[in-house]
């Protein structure tokens, strides 16, 4: 019974915005406008920031990345006659990390050293990475083809080389790729196994690996180009002595990372006299970019929220107009027995459906800009479902507060005065 007088008053509700539709759809617009730009807001927000998290996750949200750096008073005497430079990280630190953290589960040693890769008449310069193969368990990429280094290739001080993709495809065109022998310098690698690589930053760190790697057993590296390296650059020769370019460790559970990294950076500093390598914490990227993604939706959701107030007032004075063009209407229906909770509800009704109905066409909208966005532009976007179900949720209650006053205020009227109303 109740349901029926209910479904009744919706149905003239309804039909007294279905008489002026116009009317009614330009009041809708604002709402129309307030929830799309919500919805499309969110969505590129959270797209851009899905993205720089996925390349700071790529690095491993477990792992420390201690680098080699020269010391800055080094690096202002370039053009000083320095005869060696001896900094970065040592073959004893691997230990040390290893043994002195028990959070550390493992520990990869790397040894950067850029030589040229020749099959035949092709050449390019590659940036060859001696490692033991727990690299391939910490920076983790899809194996194309073949295998990584093991440990019998440790063992056995095999010369053989995984390349990336990208090297592949440069060096190996048009051959066999697994069991083909390249030249790294001036000596001579049998590739076993090709890898993707990632080329990009996250964050502002940047990825341990590059397009042009190619990795080598650690000894291999150590023994074929040794730990000194001379560099030629305009009219000046420099020599450094660096053992390691890299040590990464990967911590038992994120909880003990940034700890374990305060420990690994206060021990180094008991054993570097000179600060010659930087600590890289992934996880505090990853907390800090996760921060300001919050922020970020914060201040678009209220941005888009202000527009949503401005679709609400733009009901509420249509309605008051309403009102004071169906005066006379009010007026009969209080004099045949209508009640003021009656009247109340009918113009509720018509602001709900109002709100609503724009509400939902905005969702339709904002879901086809991004959409539109992603496909035009290349852009990531992502539509979140809280996105969708809190702007329908507040277009909807927008509807009701911006509808109530013009709804007491239609229900208060006297009834033989509103009679009177021209």
Sequence with gaps: MIFTKYLREIKLGIK????????SSLTMLGMVFGVGSVIAMLAVGEGASKQALDEIRKLG??????TAQKPADEQNQQNTRILMSIYGLLYEDVQRVSQSFLNVLKVVPVKIVRKEARLGERVMDMRILGTTP???????????????????????????????EHGARRLLATRSTIGQTIKLGSDY?????????????????????QQIDAYIPLNVAKATFGDVFTMSSAGSRTRELVELHQIIAEVDDTANVESTAAGIESMLKIFHKKKDYTISVPLALLRQAESTKRTFNIVLGSIAGISLLVGGIGIMNIMLASVTERTREIGIRRAIGAKRRQIIIQ???ETVVLSTTGGLIGIAIGIFIPWLITTMAKMPTVVTPSSVILSLGISSGIGIIFG?????RAASLDPIIALRHE
């Excluded at 949200?61 to 201690?66: D, G, K, Q, R």
């Excluded at 440990?151 to 080389?161: A, K, S, W």
């Excluded at 109530?404 to 007491?408: F, G, K, N, R």
Aim: charge should be neutral; hydrophobic fraction near 45%; glycine fraction near 6%.
């Design 16 to 23: 007294n915005l279905i008489q002026h539709k116009l009317r």
């Design 61 to 66: 949200s477990n792992n420390i990345i201690i």
């Design 134 to 164: 727990d690299w391939f368990e910490l920076v983790r990429r899809p194996l194309i083809a073949g295998r990584t280094l093991s440990r019998y290739d440790l063992d056995n001080f095999c010369n053989v080389v995984v390349l990336t």
């Design 189 to 209: 690698f049998e590739v076993i196994g090709v890898v993707r690589s990632e080329n990009s930053q996250g964050g502002g760190l940047q990825s341990p690996d």
């Design 347 to 349: 113009f509720l009704i």
């Design 404 to 408: 109530l006053y013009p709804a007491i």
